[in-house]
């Protein structure tokens, strides 16, 4: 069971305290040990240091940890039940609100029967789908990453039964495309993270399902990225924007441009191509993977979101660089361009040496990839983040 597994990898810990920067190996195995001991057996998931539990960065979570086993047959063999695990537990609509009994044990009450406790530790969920397209699709997105590493058919399907669900709220928004959340109005501002997961899913699943089904996906794909070129998502940078105009239906470029929108579209269209052999998805791909590389860095060169610049990332925002990273790693899979493969790594080592703290042993990584690392400051998100480019940094290093 995944406790279990947590304790069988700190011998892990020891060397990796005092490896160099370009260990990628040792230092994500490193990373990727504390990000587990923030594993809670018992709900599946993924905790806040508050106790609350991750939700949708619990899936990107698993994302990184299955990425780092395919790489490592060692951290695949430790981590062997933490997927059932997740699986059979962390999409439980039982999973009302985490409490602490008489002894200090966590139990799990059931919805409604606690109605005192904060909000934010009542899980709405049901399954992995969720009230926000945006967060039921990263589940869809890590359940194919486990499909991959273990071939189990119920991940698949998993991902498959979101797809439905997200396919079902296509063209929702008098804009077209994929709402934020359900119920949303129809006039709302079209989000670019929901459609770019369905985009994503969908081009993942016509790369995995069995041919006879493949078309299903793959016209989804081709439709929501049709969609998306035409109301203008991608701005004359080449850079996403968080949203675009819900009045006129186009890209003002008046929204940010967060990394984590960059990442998974060119995931996406590096599936895309795989399932198409049309190399102009790898084209736009790498026009959105330069313009992230050039624009959205510190000064010297290392990704950056907005908030990294004014050292305040905090919430949400302390996932984002991994999904670029990891994303990037998957478009190098299919264009291995050298500028890919140092960026990565450049990275990978300035979180080593800018923002790392090894605390008994125990390495800890913070928000600010270029550093300086807060005292105290990294939770299994900023963990995460941290890992998916030493993950990334380690397979283009061997490949």
């Known amino acids: 069971m995944a406790r279990k597994t947590l304790l069988a990898l700190t011998a892990l810990v020891v060397t990796g305290a005092y490896a160099d920067n370009t260990s990628y190996d040792v230092n994500a195995g490193c990373s990727n040990d504390q990000l587990l001991r923030w594993y809670d057996e018992d709900i599946g ?43 059979l537990k962390g999409g439980q609509p039982s999973h009302g609100v985490i409490q602490l009994d008489s002894t200090g044990r966590k139990i799990v009450v059931p919805k409604g029967s606690a109605n005192t406790v ?48 997200m396919n079902a709220g296509w063209g929702n928004l008098n804009c077209g495309g994929l709402p934020w959340f359900k119920g949303e109005a129809k006039t709302d501002n079209p989000l670019a993270i929901p459609n770019e997961l369905y985009f994503a899913i969908s081009a993942g699943l016509a790369n995995r399902v069995p041919s006879s089904q493949k078309q299903t996906y793959l016209s989804a794909a081709q439709t929501i990225w049709t969609w998306f070129q035409k109301v203008g998502f991608v701005n004359s940078q080449g850079l996403v924007n968080d949203a675009v105009n819900g009045n006129t239906c186009v890209n003002d470029n008046n929204q940010p441009t967060w990394t984590y929108n960059q990442g998974v579209v060119i995931g996406g269209l590096a599936d895309l191509y795989i399932a198409t052999g049309d190399s102009s998805y790898l084209t736009s791909a790498s026009v959105i993977a330069n313009a992230t590389m050039a624009h959205l860095v510190d000064s010297n060169g290392i990704l950056a979101d907005s908030c990294d610049l004014s050292h305040n990332c905090s919430g949400d925002n302390l996932q984002f660089k991994g999904v670029f990273a990891r994303n990037l790693q998957k478009l190098y899979h299919s264009q291995p361009y050298p500028a890919y493969k140092a960026f990565l790594e450049k990275n990978a080592q300035s979180i080593w040496q800018n923002d790392l703290a090894v605390e008994s042993g125990d390495c800890f990584n913070g928000a600010d990839w270029g550093g300086p690392y807060v005292l105290g400051s990294a939770t299994a998100s900023s963990q995460s983040s941290a890992l998916q480019c030493l993950v990334a940094a380690l397979y283009v290093s061997q490949n």
């Open 118 to 165: 904060p909000g934010k530790f009542r899980k709405r969920e049901q399954g992995f789908l969720a009230s926000h397209y945006d967060d039921e699709g990263w589940w869809g997105l890590a359940w194919q990453d486990v499909y991959d590493l273990t071939g189990v058919q119920d991940y698949l399907t998993e991902s498959i039964a979101i797809w439905q669900d």
């Open 45 to 87: 998931l993924f905790l806040y240091p508050n106790g609350a539990y991750y939700f949708w960065q619990a899936g990107v979570m698993i994302t990184a940890v299955a990425s780092l086993a395919a790489l490592d047959s060692g951290v695949k063999s430790r981590t062997a039940g933490m997927w059932q695990n997740t699986y």
